[in-house]
């Protein structure tokens, strides 16, 4: 239906609580990227808020194809959103529970040349949200905020520390490049577990890129001779200026550039073998 028909009860958890989970999936030449692993961190996500899923993985990958073909562009985003549905207001699950799923799907409007060759602006913040970053959750206020902060000093991401260790960035993970080494942090409850940041390590693995899963300080961060930022909307960015200071040489490396034209690459072959093999 047209968005701006569909409608939530007042009552929805989600609404009331922000009890629910979300996925952004990318969409390129109408095919979902990366399909069976957001499934997978959507399954994760579920258990994690002990939620069923409402879903086979053969009928949202359905229910995906529908909304691609009912949307305009040949890339996409689709975004979906399960809550715990409505209930009278109560903090803990209602008796009943009625999930409410949401999907939608927008164009998927990629970083444009310009700014992929100057790189974008960062700022640094605590990291202050709570300790289960690791489930996609729609209650967002901290990141909100944190993402807020980068916006009112011109920037476009926040990078988080905790306890002066890099976690990731308010809406996206972060790498760092640090003599010749991409350096990532550990996948645990402190980040997002980003389908993007895979991909990222293994292309990096496939390609003879050194690369190290490790505790990343803050002091590496502010002396890393490159920064990127990881999403599904974002790809992989340059991030050329951190707290106003330049990044390296303030440009995008060599590093980010050769990253850059492998996701490419991976993005036009991971098309053509989901033609050949679609979720079954
Ligand atoms: N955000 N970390 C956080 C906190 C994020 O919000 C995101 C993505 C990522 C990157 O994950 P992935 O590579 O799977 O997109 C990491 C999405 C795009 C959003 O909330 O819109």
Redesign the pocket.
Known sequence: MPLEEAQVPVLDRGFILGDGVYE?IPVYSRKPFRLREHLKRLQKSLDSICLINPHSDVQWAGLFAQLVAQNQGEDQYIYLHITRGPAKRDHAFPKQIHPTVFLMSTPLETTPPEILKTGVAAVTAQDNRWLRCDIKATSLLP?VLLRQMAVDCGAVETVLLRDGILT??????IFVVKNGVVLAPPKNHL??P????DVVLELAANHSIPCEVRAVSESEVRTAQELWM????KEVLAITTLDNQPVGDGKPGKLFWRMHELYQNYKATAMRRSEAQPIQ
Not at 194 to 197: A, E, H, K, L, R
């Open positions: 952004v990141n990731e960035g308010a809406a996206s993970n980040i997002l980003g389908i993007t940041y990881t999403s599904s909307g």
